[in-house]
């Protein structure tokens, strides 16, 4: 069974601060996505991951594959209210099709 | 294009009784996959489907839970004599298998709540 850590499991945050959250795995990934949900929806696709030492940004969002593709982060610039929701981390192992996913960060940005 | 769909978007149902959810995948999506979220907890692997037939149930808790495709399309779970425990929001994905990386992309949910 492969397991995904996520952490930290709560963060709450001035809007405008930095924060990073993290995913790790005992093995290699095969890719790794990272979604975000909000209440009573499903996640949303954020970005994937597949080549190890990759970066990827989407606007303040910097998303890191660990160079092993065992681990990854998400590290959010001046964060805002808006960015506020459930983000998960889900990872793909060999060739299985199903998503292993973390327990997830809930992130509250405080205005 | 439209998402995924899934109905209803609630089920309170009583201890015992049987229950369909049901999914509409993303048009041409040949992969289908069900997850099952309890509160406080990422989405648990149940079932995947590639066109008609379950390739993959491992997931499944137990045979009061089944799922079926039979067009390769919509998808139906379906959970006999439910439980308690059984309460928990059911999310659908799909994906094109052509696509990246097997990206998935889901509908809003089934929250079930067995009374």
């Known amino acids: 069974t492969q397991l995904l850590e996520q952490s930290p499991q709560f963060l709450s945050i001035q809007e405008g601060e930095n924060l990073t959250v993290y995913c790790n795995s005992s093995s290699v990934f095969s890719s790794l996505q990272w979604y975000r949900q909000e209440p009573g929806e499903g996640p949303v696709l954020l970005v994937t991951?597949?080549?190890?030492?990759e970066v990827k940004k989407l606007k303040r969002l910097t998303f890191q594959f660990g160079d092993a593709r065992k681990d990854s982060s998400l590290h959010i610039t001046a964060a805002q209210p808006g960015d506020t929701g459930l983000y998960l981390c889900?990872?793909?192992?060999?060739?299985?099709?199903?998503?292993?996913f973390g327990s997830g960060t809930q992130l509250t940005v405080l205005p | 294009g439209a998402g995924v769909s899934q109905t209803p978007s609630n089920k309170v149902t009583e201890k015992g009784k049987y229950v369909e959810l049901r999914c509409d995948p993303i048009?041409?999506?040949?992969?289908l996959y069900w997850y099952r979220q309890s509160l406080g907890q990422g989405p648990e692997f149940l079932i995947y489907?590639?066109?008609?037939?379950?390739?993959?149930d491992s997931g499944l808790p137990n045979d009061r839970f089944f799922a079926v495709r039979p067009e390769g399309s919509v998808s139906t779970l379906k959970i006999q004599r439910t439980e308690r425990g059984d309460s928990a929001v059911y999310l659908c994905?799909?994906?094109?298998?052509?696509?990246?990386?097997?990206?998935?992309?889901f509908g809003p949910g089934t929250r079930l709540t067995v009374l």
């Open positions: 489907f590639q066109g008609t037939g379950a390739a993959d």
């Open positions: 048009s041409g999506h040949t992969a």
């Open positions: 994905a799909s994906s094109s298998t052509g696509g990246s990386y097997n990206e998935q992309f």
């Open positions: 889900a990872g793909g192992f060999g060739s299985a099709r199903q998503l292993t």
């Open positions: 991951v597949v080549t190890g030492g």
